[in-house]
Nanobody
């Protein structure tokens, strides 16, 4: 069974920063070989892509709305992926979900995410 556990959400004022992290575990899941990503879902809206990182960290992808403000990174030794969020805006308020691809060594093009965490709340006040 694969588990993705997010942490680090909270309340911050507009213009501030937060870091959310995700730790992956599972007997048959080798997170260091899988693309991982962050999605978010705001109240009343559909879940949307935020950022992704390839299995070795060599490629990243970002939604236009967060480019230049958010940075995704990973530490494969710790089975961890992190999203550093700077210059936060009220519209960044959402539940942030970690996701992982079950395939190994895939590129980010056309990737599909098979495993999902429970989410962590990020609230940005104006």
């Amino acid at each position: 069974q694969v588990q993705l556990v997010e942490s680090g959400g909270g309340l911050v004022q507009a213009g501030g920063s937060l870091r959310v992290s995700c730790v992956a575990s599972g007997r048959t899941f080798v997170s260091s070989r899988s693309a991982m990503a962050w999605f978010r879902q705001a109240p009343g809206k559909e879940r949307e892509f935020v950022a992704a990182i390839s299995w070795n960290g060599g490629s990243t992808d970002y939604a236009d709305s967060v480019k230049g403000r958010f940075t995704i990174s990973r530490d494969n030794a710790k089975n961890m992926v992190t999203l550093q969020m700077n210059s936060l805006k009220p519209e960044d308020t959402a539940v942030y979900y970690c996701a992982a691809d079950a395939s190994w060594f895939s590129s980010l093009v056309g990737v599909k995410y098979d495993y999902w965490g429970q989410g962590t709340q990020v609230t940005v006040s104006s």
